[in-house]
């Protein structure tokens, strides 16, 4: 018989214990949620269940991707106000050539040109009303004008906005404003996550350390376990570091994006769930036993993905 209070556990060891328990701890949470939503969990396979994890943890994956992408969105929408606030219009860049086609060939536009310019106008307004919104009629009345006026010099193409994010950091007023609202938002949620959705607000909340304190391992692995129990709980952290990866990658190239991921994303997510962990337990010591579950609710629903 092995005497573990002289051969206690290492500090590794207790960790990985820990961790488990924590995985474990999840599955049962997971499981008294499906009987507060009246599944029956008798009637699903642990095949299913298995399935329905996997399904979870790739649509935590494609939620974190996605926001990379929400990231990009927001930065070329406020790019494109400020473009159109200096007095030009970002269309395609099938437009542009087709308008630099006309200045190039024509000192001044003949009848033909001008109804291909009328026909290219009304086109590229419908495809703008559709993406943006707006008056067909005006949009097509505006490009006519800045064409006739001033040929392509007063068009942007959509294309260079976008691809204008490699200059993000020196990006001022609303492309920043809306890019750090997107950032904030993933920031929060990533904090506030904790081991997953609370359903269950009235069960009993108490530290763990209360009793791991009396067994003989190393305090100090209790509480590292106990920080980063949310990444080994909620999948939604597994995918956390492809989004600074994918928004690197979006912002530089695939190279940039994959130092990223282990540079910046792997030691952010593990920021993100300390700081989380670190709410719920001065939660868990500032509040009474009733409130606790209340609080530990409203916070893992503060920003939920689903």
Known sequence: ???HASNPPSFWKTVGILLGTARKRAAGRRKRQSELLQYRGSRTGASWEQLAFLATVLLMIALNILAAFVVREAVSSGRRIEIERQGKIVVSRSFFNGVRSLQTTDEGLSGSSRASL?????????DIAEDYGGSQEAIAQKLRHAVEAHGARDLVVKDDVVTS????SGFRGVPALLGSI????WGIMMVTQGEGLELDLQRRRDPMWEWLFSHPVPQSAVFFAEMLSPIAANPIYWGAPLFVAFVYGLV????????????????????????GKALEIGIVLRFSTRSRGAMLG????MVTPL
């Open 118 to 126: 009328d026909s290219s106008c009304s086109s590229e307004a419908r």
């Open 165 to 168: 994010l490699t200059g993000l």
């Open 252 to 275: 530089y190239d695939a190279a940039s994006g994959f130092l990223a991921f282990f540079l910046i994303g792997i030691p952010l997510t593990i920021a993100a769930a300390c700081l």
């Open 298 to 301: 409203l916070m893992s629903w």
């Open 1 to 3: 018989m092995i005497d």
């Open 182 to 185: 997107v950032l904030l938002f």
